[in-house]
């Protein structure tokens, strides 16, 4: 059997049973009745570390931005802050849009770019937000945008200029107007919320005393997977975030845990107790075509499919301490992938399918490590001692996972060379259980 931090990990259907016995980590979650409530900015980010290479830039106060409801050029610096790719300097007062930049102040001030821009409320309510974006180096204007959005948009509007930022000045698409969902707990009180990549704004999508684990992202990012624990055992349940309908997918005799979403989104693959042992199982989304996939007397657990879908990593006690293995998704032999320690658990695969992150026990601590899975090296890229559930996001760049810092439950977000870290402080709540979705929103 595994030990008593694996045994009391989300994803172990014996444990998850025994509603009283569960710590801290069982008790993260919570899932009964739909709230729709808007979710208050919570989060204090601290951002750390020095990157091997970062793009200096200047990013002005948005003229006006009062006005906008919203700090806006604070978001866009934050988001750029994290990606670990720039390195934000003081910019002065009284840029906007319109301005034309004098290049060699800008140069002098060491800024290979700079952006400003303004935020106007028009009459009919909406904020009218518009950026320019400017190559200092080169001297040229790199062009620019204008968003009209409601005021309950002006934050995600924020997130978009950092993505086109990012993208005009790395050729890669960011991430900053994607969704994380994570889990808190306040109180009695246990939330699934949906939020934006910065951990701020979004809804609660559920509410409950009742425990909830394990969210997952469908792949077009309009559906959860979670297990719920308010029938007093576990069950996997699917929700829609637009309607807030919700149907449970796998209720079967014993413990329903772990679901992970297919590619396509047609499947989800989980681990189920209902014929002994733990073992995983693929369903399709319309809860049809429940078939098995593993046959061993081992636990099986926290699957994972390749972003190609013909590959599913999990985890498994079968040679004697957990460890991930990976096998066709169609079934058949696995194939041991972790090989450095005795004891690692929680995979999760990079958009590309090059890189696998996992948690791995040092003595007694738990730390998130990256593995290259075509040369098999391995790198320790977190430095504290209880992380959990590591989630790439969808451009592949990025980490979240939870942990503890200084007595609380805290999310980080960190660089894949463990570089630059961005610890999420929550001011209310605990959190844990992070996973990221998918582009498109």
Request: hydrophobic share 40%.
């Amino acid at each position: 059997m595994f030990s008593e931090r694996m045994t009391d990990h989300k994803t172990f259907p014996a444990a998850a049973q025994a509603l009283p016995s569960m710590n801290r980590r069982h008790l993260m979650g919570a899932a009964a009745a739909l709230c729709t409530a808007p979710a208050l900015a919570q989060f204090r980010v601290e951002i750390s570390g020095v990157g091997g290479t970062q793009l200096p830039i200047a990013i002005g106060e948005f003229r006006s931005e009062a006005s906008a409801g919203q700090p806006v050029a604070a978001i866009i610096r934050a988001d750029l802050e994290r990606s670990g790719q720039f390195r934000v300097i003081d910019a002065a007062a009284g840029l906007n849009e319109t301005s034309q930049p004098v290049w060699t102040d800008w140069r002098a001030r060491q800024a290979d770019a700079l952006a400003a821009g303004s935020a106007t409320r028009l009459a009919d309510g909406r904020v009218d937000l518009r950026y320019k974006l400017w190559d200092v180096v080169k001297g040229q204007d790199l062009g620019g945008e204008a968003h009209a959005v409601a005021p309950d948009d002006v934050r995600l509007a924020a997130h978009r200029i950092a993505d086109t930022i990012y993208q005009k000045l790395t050729g890669e698409r960011g991430v900053f107007a994607t969704r994380m969902a994570y889990v808190t707990k306040a109180g009695g009180r246990y939330s699934l919320r949906v939020t934006d990549a910065d951990g701020e704004g979004g809804q609660i999508a559920l509410g409950s005393p009742d425990p909830i684990i394990s969210p997952a992202w469908s792949p077009d990012g309009k559906e959860l997977a979670y297990v719920s624990f308010e029938t007093r055992k576990a069950v996997v349940w699917l929700q829609s975030l637009a309607t807030g309908q919700r149907r449970a997918l796998a209720d079967f005799r014993g413990s329903n845990s772990a679901p992970s979403f297919s590619p396509d989104g047609q499947s989800l693959v989980m681990t189920l107790s209902r014929e002994g042992g733990s073992q995983l199982f693929l369903i399709r989304r319309d809860g049809s075509g429940l078939r098995r996939l593993t046959q061993s007397s081992a636990i099986d657990t926290e699957a994972v499919f390749s972003p190609d879908g013909q590959q599913i990593f999990f985890v498994s006690d079968r040679g004697g301490g957990p460890q991930v293995y990976r096998m066709p998704a169609a079934g058949g032999a696995a194939e041991r992938v972790s090989f450095s320690g005795s004891y690692n658990i929680s995979p999760a695969i990079s958009p590309d399918g090059k890189t696998l992150a996992f948690v791995t026990r040092q003595g007694g601590a738990f730390k998130v490590c990256v593995q290259d899975l075509g040369s098999g090296a391995v790198q320790q890229i977190s430095d504290t001692s209880e992380d959990e559930s590591p989630s790439f996001a969808p451009n592949g760049r990025l980490l979240v996972y939870a942990t503890r810092v200084g007595g609380r439950d805290v999310l980080m977000t960190s660089t894949l060379d463990g570089r630059i870290k961005a610890k999420l402080v929550s001011t209310t709540a605990d959190v844990r259980e992070p996973t990221w979705g998918p582009f498109g929103r």
